[in-house]
């Protein structure tokens, strides 16, 4: 069996759907408290920043803040830098190469905000007391994963991936990057760190247009292990997308008005007390 490696990205694929994607972030976004007052700017960090278009809006809410992007993808850190520079509102945004397992703020930090990366990072709550350590006294740490885990088109995935004909090839690919909490776990772990927490899920019943799109969905994130995997294979791969496809449309029959696709995403918002 392959020792599975890290995915490659597809920055324009992922943005492909970028309005389904970007509405949690908006939601997220608008949960997060005023940020500490300290006399100059805040300082904002965004962990497993991807292409930069969601780091970029954070300057809507906080025009002067100092953004930087954290992603250790080059080719999602080539696409966020059209992003860098100053913002118009006197801030500025600038993205590193970071691993979000082991980044270890190195100033104090007013927001710590990761959308839809954590659930690549194993073990992630670890860093938790590290994260809220380094946030300035009213400070918040935001984020959001997705929590679809159990849903068919990763269901299927993880079935396909486990047949004799793709164990050996893909096997340990399809489940190797799950790795959230249910949103009680969230707020437990939060709260335990002396925050005030606020925890929930949404599910997001989304439609979704044009030919197979919960497989075009998929090969901006969940497929990315897999695609990976057989990236020097074309033959494999078209096979296996092949399959997985026919799978998929089975799951999610096109409707009349297009294809559903309900999306369970889960968020937990953390704001460290005051001094
Ligand atoms: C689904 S994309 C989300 C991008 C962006 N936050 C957004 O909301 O559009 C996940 C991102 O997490 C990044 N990522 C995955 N594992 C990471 C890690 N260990 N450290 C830093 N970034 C990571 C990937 O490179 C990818 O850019």
Redesign the pocket.
Known sequence: MQKPQNPT?DPQQ?LRHSGH?TRP?HDLLARIPGLPARGRPARIAD?????G??TALLTERWPDARITG????PD?LSEAARHAGPTPGGGSIDFRH????DWVPEEPYDLIVS???LQ??PGHAKSFPAWIEALAPGGTLALQVPGNFTSPSHAILDDLCDTPEWRERVGRHGRRYVHVYEPWEYLTQLTGLGCETDAWETTYIQLLQGEDPVLDWVKG?ALRPILTALADDEQARTAFLGQYRDLLRKAYPPGPYGTVFPFRRIFAIARKKDA
């Open positions: 990205w992922y994607r972030f962990l497993g920043c991807g292409p278009n969601v954290y992603d250790n993808s999602m970071a691993d979000a397992a959308n839809a990366a690549w990072v994130t």
